[in-house]
């Protein structure tokens, strides 16, 4: 079956703009969780979903991040006016149900200029 | 604060022996470990895990050590082969929490 599906692949934005990352998880994954990979470091935890509902956004670094999951499958992540330090690999990953494994997407390479 | 700690940033062996990747941590409420590979533009894929009442956990060619008095778990594959050339994280997680904690990674490279 299919994986977890990102995209954009790679997102080159100015500084200042508005951009919106996309998270298909597998099929019937009830859990949804977002990662901030920054060059050589490993994946630093963002926010997770279970269904519909956020449950932990306590990895969001700013109100300039906020992320969705209006139908508990399909997410997305929107960072408001980018900045340098917002350059970085964004990975989603989805788990059956709470505590089961997190199967993760290829990420979506952010830069912003 | 760097919770978990992979303190070798590259590990270099030779095809057939034993590779060995380390890992430390320093918050004691861990309770569940695990071990995901890396390769280049794809996604972390989950290795092998244990928990906190377990020492030890065999899957084919790839072992984990769990020591709780030393914070200290180690991942063991042999034989290595060529295709286990990637970058290894080490995470964790405390019961109750769903989040992963994760080191910096080791690149490892198996030589022929």
């Known amino acids: 079956g299919a994986g977890v599906s990102q995209s954009p692949r790679y997102k080159v934005a100015k500084r200042g703009q508005d951009v919106a990352l996309r998270c298909d998880p597998i099929s019937g994954h009830v859990s949804l969780f977002w990662y901030q990979q920054a060059l050589g470091q490993g994946p630093e935890f963002l926010t997770y979903f279970q269904n519909e509902a956020q449950l932990d956004k306590s990895g969001l670094p700013s109100d300039r991040f906020f992320a969705e999951r209006p139908e508990g499958s399909v997410s997305t992540l929107k960072i408001q006016r980018t900045q340098q330090e917002d350059s970085a690999v964004y990975l989603c990953a989805s788990s059956p149900t709470l505590g089961d494994i997190q199967y993760f997407g290829a990420g979506t390479r952010l830069s912003v200029l | 604060d760097q919770q978990v700690k992979q303190n070798s940033p590259s590990l270099s062996v030779q095809e057939g022996r034993i590779s060995i990747l380390n890992c430390d941590y320093t918050?004691?409420?861990?309770?569940?470990f695990l071990w995901y590979k890396k390769y280049p533009a794809e996604g972390p894929t989950f290795l092998i895990s244990i928990s906190s009442i377990k020492d030890k956990n065999e899957d084919g060619r790839f072992t984990v050590f769990l020591n709780k008095s030393a914070k200290h778990l180690s991942l063991h594959i042999v034989p290595s082969q060529p295709g286990d050339s990637a970058v290894y994280f080490c995470?964790?997680?405390?019961?109750?929490?769903?989040?992963?904690?994760f080191g910096q990674g080791t690149r490892l490279t198996i030589n022929p």
């Open positions: 918050n004691s409420m861990f309770d569940y």
């Open positions: 995470a964790a997680k405390t019961q109750g929490a769903q989040k992963l904690v």
